[in-house]
């Protein structure tokens, strides 16, 4: 068996570092998604019942929010092609999803 060659070996490097770029994006994106949700549903419904405690709220997820924000922000100013394609990634699971929840119903 050869050992791969230097040429072969900075391509999958380069393959990968660009692979990340578009999933850094998208998990910081739907990570803040996340949290935000929490956080407006916490204050439009407080009768419901918490089956987990943030220590620090609001505090720590109001930093949290402001440090994704200014990652998603530079993420967009630094590198628009890499967010755009992440972008697009995740839209194209929407149209997968419906299709998915319409064979479920189906069967």
Known sequence: ?????????????????????????????LAADSVLAVTVLRRMRPDLRRRY??????FVPAAFLIAAAC?????????PVEAGIGSGIVALGIPACRLWKRRSRAA
């Open 71 to 79: 990652f998603i922000l530079h993420t967009l100013l630094e590198r």
């Open 1 to 29: 068996m050869k050992p791969p060659s230097p040429r072969g070996l900075s391509s999958s490097v380069a393959i990968v570092a660009g692979l990340w770029a578009y999933d850094g994006w998208t998990n910081g994106a």
């Open 53 to 58: 405690r943030v220590s620090g709220y609001p």
